[in-house]
Nanobody, 130 residues
Framework: VQLLESGGGLVQPGGSLNLSCATT????????MTWVRQAPGKGLEWVAA??????????YYPEFTKRRFTISRDNTKATLFLQMRSLKADDTAVYYC??????????????????????WGQGTQVTVSS
């Protein structure tokens, strides 16, 4: 099983980045998927999620990424995407793709854990700084 994130980098506040997660070794088409991030010194926080049957269900976003981030998937290429715009310094983190839906947010706190998701990528660094 391999999940390989790409597309991270340094971007100025207000800028945009597009992340990709290419997967192999498991049945991507039948897995719900999540983008998770970890900022320096902080825990794992999910930022977007999408069902395997994405045509029948809406995507899921916490309030702090809604209208700024867009998750999508290409099941023909077993690849997950995250479009990020209007980036802020607080978005600086390592971004991971992970298999499975995340827990519900509680009071806009959207934590998850390593054990909650079956498969994880190695992450890609996103730095938002002027």
């Amino acid at each position: 099983v391999q999940l390989l994130e790409s597309g991270g980098g340094l971007v100025q506040p207000g800028g945009s980045l597009n992340l990709s997660c290419a997967t192999t070794g498991f049945d991507f088409n039948n897995y719900d998927m999540t983008w998770v991030r970890q900022a320096p010194g902080k825990g794992l926080e999910w930022v977007a999620a999408i069902r395997s049957d994405y045509l029948a269900y809406p995507e899921y976003y916490p309030e702090f990424t809604k209208r700024r981030f867009t998750i999508s998937r290409d099941n023909t290429k077993a690849t997950l995407f995250l479009q990020m715009r209007s980036l802020k310094a607080d978005d600086t983190a390592v971004y991971y793709c992970a298999a499975g839906l995340p827990p519900d947010c509680i009071n806009d706190v959207c934590k998850t854990t390593k054990s909650h998701h079956k498969y994880w990528g190695q992450g890609t660094q996103v730095t938002v700084s002027s």
